[in-house]
């Protein structure tokens, strides 16, 4: 399993919010590009970027920021937020960017994924946000009427590769991944699903691999020291 630090940007800043509720964000660093070095030299295979401003505007506001991190660090890093055209998606790649992850496009717009799945094999990520098991779009502020596992089968047939599930209830509260709802996202696809939200400990991660989940995303409990990065990667490991 795979263990990848998170860095969401908001305001060029590197932050985190409260159950994905704008209002209640929590700033670790004013420089993105300096946190990123530190998770490569305590060992990451990967970082996970999100563009916040860029998911509530539905386009990149930080590409910017987001190409000093790529450019900054030698390990791969994938990245979402306000992604919703081809031309963006061509522009991170060329950028460096290894993974594009789009989210509100596979709700409106699944044309647009099947065609850069089909243009960029193995380069797309769907996110799949979910509250009360419910697809969330536009930055977590609405909610979609599909069930997220049936949106993670029927996406799979236009060829998403790989998935990322975020149960938004439980995303910055450090209260543990909805286990259950993991395991019926994974049960519903046979690709790889990425676990997000809630992990706070390393028994979390433990049952993570029980899931038979590729990878999981830290991001609060990294940057409140509820367990270390090398701790996790040695969990990930020994599973």
Known sequence: MEIIPAIDILGGRCVRLYQGDYARETVFSEDPVAMARRWEEEGAPRLHLIDLDGAR???????????????????????????????????????????????????????????????????????????????AISGWLERSEEKAEALMARLVELGVPRFIYTDIARDGTLKGPNFAALDRAVQAVRVPVIASGGIATLDHLRRLTRTKVEGAILGVALYHGALTLSEALQVAVAA
């Open 57 to 135: 505007a539905g386009e990149p506001v930080n590409a910017e920021v987001i190409e000093r991190v790529v450019c900054g660090v030698n390990i791969p890093c994938q990245v979402g937020g306000g992604i919703r055209s081809l031309d963006t998606v061509r522009r991170y790649l060329e950028m460096g960017v290894q993974r594009i992850i789009l989210g509100t496009a596979a709700v409106r717009a699944q044309t647009l994924v099947a065609e850069a799945c089909y243009r960029y094999p193995g380069s797309i990520i769907v996110g799949v946000d979910a509250r009360g098991g419910q697809a």
